[in-house]
């Protein structure tokens, strides 16, 4: 069974703040793992993914992750935020060595940036 | 390129009734996937289709719901004798359809918000 939690329903930081929003993750084998973002009234866009190789990852719009084996944690952060960083996250895993191809997500964070 | 998208962007239906929605994927991706979020919530996974067979339909709450892919390209969520209850968005996904151990994205669309009163 995979699994991912996001301990934060909410999250407020100041414009040009550094940003962190945090997911842990539980699979049997080893993870792929992805943010995606929602936006009110729209679809999931994808924003970023680890596979293999750097812990690090960049993505869409100044945002990174930080994939960590031993915390079973991808953080999502950027260094400087935006007003209009403000939406809903989700982090979502798929176990690479399982049959199952959907992703599970997380309960989702919601991200204000204030102005 | 266009994206994946669905219709209707709303449904509203009455309890007891039957609703299909609408799936256009990617073109070219071969994996196409359904999700359900009711509010408040991450989505939650329905039935994953590779071409036009169900590969995994271990989503589906109960025997209401099938989902078709005739062609391996559009696809229908088919949800009989509608209950509140299935309110919710129904979210579509697609990808490039990668196997066991490969990588692929999934790119969502917009989704379908269906209201059952």
């Known amino acids: 069974a995979q699994s991912v939690a996001q301990p934060e329903d909410q999250v407020n930081v100041a414009e040009g703040n550094p940003l962190t929003v945090k997911c842990t993750y539980s699979?049997?084998?080893?993870?792929?793992l992805f943010w995606y973002v929602q936006y009110p009234n729209r679809g999931l866009q994808f924003l970023l993914k680890?596979?293999?190789?750097?812990?690090l990852v960049k993505g869409s719009y100044g945002f990174e992750a930080e994939f960590n084996k031993s915390q079973t944690s991808f953080h999502l952060k950027k260094p400087s935020a935006l007003v209009s960083d403000s939406a809903l996250y989700f982090c979502?895993?798929?176990?690479?060595?399982?049959?199952?191809?959907?992703?599970?997500f997380g309960s989702g964070t919601q991200l204000t940036v204030l102005p | 390129g266009a994206g994946v998208s669905q219709t209707p962007s709303n449904k509203v239906t009455e309890k007891g009734k039957y609703v299909e929605l609408r799936c256009d994927p990617i073109?070219?991706?071969?994996?196409l996937y359904w999700y359900r979020q009711s509010l408040g919530q991450g989505p939650e996974f329905l039935i994953y289709?590779?071409?036009?067979?169900?590969?995994?339909d271990s989503g589906l709450p109960n025997d209401r719901f099938f989902a078709v892919r005739p062609e391996g390209s559009v696809s229908t969520l088919k949800i009989q004798r509608t209950e509140r209850g299935d309110s919710a968005v129904y979210l579509c996904?697609?990808?490039?359809?990668?196997?066991?151990?490969?990588?692929?994205?999934?790119?969502f669309g917009p989704g379908t918000r269906l209201t059952v009163l």
């Open positions: 996904a697609s990808s490039s359809g990668g196997g066991l151990g490969v990588p692929d994205t999934q790119y």
């Open positions: 289709f590779q071409g036009t067979g169900a590969a995994d």
């Open positions: 680890y596979i293999t190789g750097d812990n």
């Open positions: 073109s070219g991706h071969t994996a």
């Open positions: 699979v049997s084998g080893n993870p792929y």
């Open positions: 979502a895993v798929r176990d690479i060595s399982g049959s199952a191809r959907q992703l599970t």
